[in-house]
Each structure stands twice: as C-alpha cells, then as structure tokens.
C-alpha cells in the first residue's frame, strides 16, 4: 500500500532563516506531487505541483521555490522565512494519469516568529 | 474560471441527526468530484469520489453525496452523525484534461452537540 510521510511535523523558525520541509512517497511510481498551504479560514492554497523528476510547476509567486530531486521525494524550501509564511503545510500525491484523487501527508505546522 | 463554494462556514448538529454540507461547482463540463475530512492539525482523507456514472456515492465512515447536474452540486450526507464525525470538510474539484490539479472549496467546519 502506499504511504506518504512528512517531515518535520512542527516547525518553529526565526524571519529571515531558510526552510527545508520534505515529503516522500512509498508504494507508488511516478506520481504527480503537490504542495499545499492551509491558512486558517482560508482552506487550501497550491504552491507547487510536479509530474515528474525535475519538473516543477508554481502556482502563486511568493518566497517559496519546490525541488523534485528523486521521483518520490518533493521538497519545499526558502532563502528567507516572512511572517507570512506561517501556516500548516501539506504534501498531497497523485496517480499520474488517473482520476485526480489526491492522498494527503500528516503535514508540517510551521510558525515564523 | 473552475471555482467551488461551500456556503456554510460552521454548522453544529446534535449527535444522531442528521447531516447535509453543501457544496456548488462553476465548471461547464462534468468534472471529478471529491469530499475530503481534516480532523485538527491533521491532513486530509478522502471520503469519497465521483467521477460517473451512479449520481449517488457511497464514501468511507457511512458518508454518501449525490452529483446534481442541474443545480452543479455536489452534497455530502450522513442520516445519523456520530460525535468522532466533528472535524472540518472539504469539497474539491477536479478539472478533466488538467494535471491533477484540484480546485477546494473554504470548508465547512462541523460541530457535534451531545
């Protein structure tokens, strides 16, 4: 079955410091991988999407940038955390080419301070 | 521009009722359909999916929801609610032809009264 796990599970980081956040995926090959922010009253917000090894796709500008350096592992970064950066953040996978449902990590609870 | 609405921010119902959240679509072809629950800082599981055929689908945890071309709704309904079904939910969208990509509703956070 396949399994998808986030890391670290909370996050508490000073304005100005960089961000790693990583997702992997088990039991699957080449699926199309999300990221997601959720702010509170504001549901889900996609940053980034990838459908394969490389190739990464923004949805909204901002101080975010997204890797895909192996086909089950999508990494979500930044040179320098913003206030505004806070917010739960979620790594969702998909079947390429299937029928769109998306399975969802544990997510990541990072606080900028 | 794909779009979906859930009109209700919070609803409260006492345990054993009934419940019905709502959910409409702007998009001018048929498209995937999904509800999704998120208990607190926790991520989010699918309940169910529509994609054709049958209008009515059966989901996980006793949920079911009906797709009504007509009225580009997509509501989820469960006939007696349980007090572990207090969580927050989504419904989202899916566009045919696009990459995967889902279109989510604001949510609908539920309440349960004992």
């Known amino acids: 079955s396949q399994t998808i796990h986030q890391w670290p599970a909370t996050l508490v980081q000073p304005v100005g410091s960089p961000l790693s956040l990583e997702c992997t995926v088990e039991?699957?090959?080449?699926?199309?991988l999300y990221w997601y922010r959720q702010a509170a009253g504001r549901g889900l917000q996609l940053l980034f999407y990838?459908?394969?090894?490389?190739?990464i796709s923004s949805e909204v500008p901002q101080n975010l940038s997204a890797s895909r350096p192996q086909d089950r592992q999508f990494i979500l970064s930044s040179k320098k955390l913003l206030l505004s950066d806070s917010g739960f953040y979620l790594c969702a996978w998909s079947v390429a080419g299937g029928t769109y449902e998306q399975y969802f990590g544990p997510g990541t609870r990072l606080t900028v301070t | 521009a794909q779009s979906v609405t859930q009109p209700d921010i919070h609803i409260t119902v006492s345990e054993g009722a009934s419940l019905e959240l709502r959910c409409n679509y702007s998009?001018?072809?048929?498209?995937?359909l999904f509800w999704y629950v998120q208990s607190p800082g926790q991520g989010l599981q699918l309940l169910l999916k529509y994609f054709s055929g049958d209008t009515l689908v059966q989901g996980i945890k006793g949920f079911e929801a009906e797709f009504k071309r007509s009225q580009s709704s997509f509501n989820l309904r469960k006939p007696s609610v349980h007090w572990s079904d207090a969580a927050e939910y989504f419904c989202?969208?899916?566009?045919?032809?696009?990459?995967?990509?889902?279109?989510f509703g604001k949510g609908t956070k539920l309440s349960v009264k004992p």
């Open positions: 998009y001018g072809a048929t498209p995937y």
């Open positions: 989202a969208v899916g566009r045919r032809g696009s990459q995967g990509n889902l279109i």
């Open positions: 990838s459908v394969g090894i490389g190739q």
């Open positions: 039991g699957t090959s080449n699926p199309n």
